[in-house]
């Protein structure tokens, strides 16, 4: 993008229609951007210009089978076989490797499979952040799993100081904004890594094709028990913490809604339509219809897609929040800093035949990642296995509290800012103060909107990227 508004003659004027869809769905879905004139490649396409003619065709075929044929272990022996396979791959290379290593199963597991296969010497890398619930023991879960295979261990604390430095910089090599609170992560890690590995494989991907989220857990359940429905909306408000308010609507919300399509992409929404109306001006509220977020949702089911609301959920991960967020961010700052990075459990191979495994072997009761956890059993101690997730785990909602919102604040009572012009500054100062305040938990909207501002700053009212510096 900012090649192209550096070289031609695109106006520097905002898409009302895309950042409506990107303060729904936390990202800037395909083919949109969120500047006039300028559009992307769809995920698992690819552009071919000829004779000044430009064609767009799919590489991938998203036509998922459910194969309901094998049995539990029938699977569990075909993924480990797939998964040794998939590592194997992803790690052919004439460079020095590394690895992303957060200390939980998924990167756990690659690891404990790595080091079977490795030639050279290894090298794990981790990151903790400064006022996180759980920095120490994230580093030193990580620290342990390298010390047991023999590996040099590296890592470091990155702090609020560091965090708002580099938000401009993030922005400025990510050329979206996104509503993903610890990507910073992967710089870090990249540029810790850089001048020791040129490759780093990481555990992205597990959760989205093997059911880690609450969505995942919520959809299945609610799709088993609609018993449960008339109590919960029966729930008085003041006996839900502050803490869990926002996530209760969203909840509410998603039961509320009349078909799967509508549950779909209210699972994927982060607003509400009805608080929408509260939050966006006239002009934003009214640029995407409820029938255009249906179909944002709709275009990626519309290959004749087989399964329960759970199994298509998956390739919604794999058409959203992987390619259009969690994805970019891997390769966009891994490249700022020199790095390769790499996922084992995105290989095609591997990631075909998961999305082909039926829910009920992915979530198990009250089991997320099933048939994932019982594949690790065999390649990681079940300590590992059955430990609580916990990722790279970001305090930027105490931030939000101090620095980052007071940058926040700043930004929205200017004349000329997104939350001037397109939202209901009263409104969000309202959100702020509840956050601040810790009446409610408003952390993902907030940094959202951080983020399209700080974008703002350098994709719309800059006057020359070559003259525009990030520290």
């Known amino acids: 993008i900012k090649s192209i508004l550096h070289y031609s003659k695109t106006e520097r004027e905002i898409n009302l229609r895309t950042l409506n869809l990107c303060l729904t769905f936390r990202h800037t879905p395909s083919p949109y951007t969120l500047i006039k004139g300028i559009e992307k490649l ?51 290379s004439d460079v020095p490797i590394g690895i992303s ?60 100081k560091d965090y708002s430095k580099f938000l401009e910089k993030y922005l400025w090599h990510l050329e979206e904004p996104l509503g993903n609170e610890s990507a910073v992560a992967v710089y870090f890690i990249a540029d810790m890594a850089t001048g020791i590995v040129k490759v780093l494989l990481n555990g992205q991907g597990a959760d989205e094709i093997f059911g880690g989220y609450n969505r995942h857990k919520i959809a299945h359940y609610f799709e088993k028990y609609h018993s449960i429905i008339p109590i919960l909306k029966s729930v008085p408000q003041f006996l839900i913490p502050a803490d869990k ?27 509400p339509d009805q608080e929408k109306k509260l939050i966006f001006s006239e002009k934003l509220f009214h640029s995407v219809s409820k029938k255009n977020y249906l179909e944002e949702v709709q275009k990626i089911l519309d290959h004749e897609t087989e399964g329960n609301i759970v199994e298509k959920m ?62 690790c059993e065999s390649i990681v101690s079940k300590d590992i296995v059955h430990q609580r997730k916990i990722g790279f785990q970001d305090p930027v909602e105490i931030w939000l509290k101090e620095s980052l919102g007071e940058q926040l604040m700043d930004i929205i009572l200017s004349s000329d800012s997104i939350t001037a012009n397109y939202l209901k500054k009263s409104k969000v100062e309202k959100m702020f103060n509840e956050h601040k305040n810790g009446q409610y938990d408003h952390k993902r909207f907030l940094y959202l909107l951080l983020s399209i501002e700080k974008w703002a700053k350098i994709f719309l009212k800059s006057d020359s990227f070559s003259n525009f510096t990030v520290n």
């Open 42 to 92: 769809p995920p698992t396409h690819y552009l071919v210009i000829n004779d000044s003619k430009k064609v767009i065709n799919p590489y991938w075929n998203r036509n998922i089978d459910i194969d309901h044929s094998k049995s539990e272990d029938d699977w569990i022996r075909i993924l480990k076989e797939k998964l040794h396979s998939s590592v194997k791959r992803q790690m052919m």
């Open 245 to 271: 308010k926002n996530k209760f609507q969203i909840l509410l919300n998603y039961i509320n809604q009349k078909n799967e399509i509508e549950k779909l992409t209210s699972a994927y929404s982060i607003i």
């Open 314 to 375: 998956f390739l919604i991960d794999m058409f959203t929040s992987l390619s259009e967020n969690l994805l970019l961010v891997q390769d966009k700052l891994g490249m700022a800093a020199g790095i390769e990075t790499r996922v084992p459990y995105l290989d095609i191979e591997y990631a075909s035949l998961a999305l082909c495994i039926p829910s009920r072997y992915k979530i198990n009761w009250f089991k997320n990642k099933y048939i994932h956890k019982k594949v």
């Open 101 to 160: 290593l957060s200390g939980g199963l998924d990167s756990g597991a690659l690891f404990a499979i790595m080091s079977k296969f490795k030639e050279n010497e290894m090298h794990a890398f981790t990151v903790g952040f400064e006022g996180g619930k759980l920095k120490d023991n994230e580093i030193s879960r990580a620290k342990d799993t390298a010390l047991k295979y023999g590996v040099k261990f590296h890592s470091r604390i990155i702090t609020s």
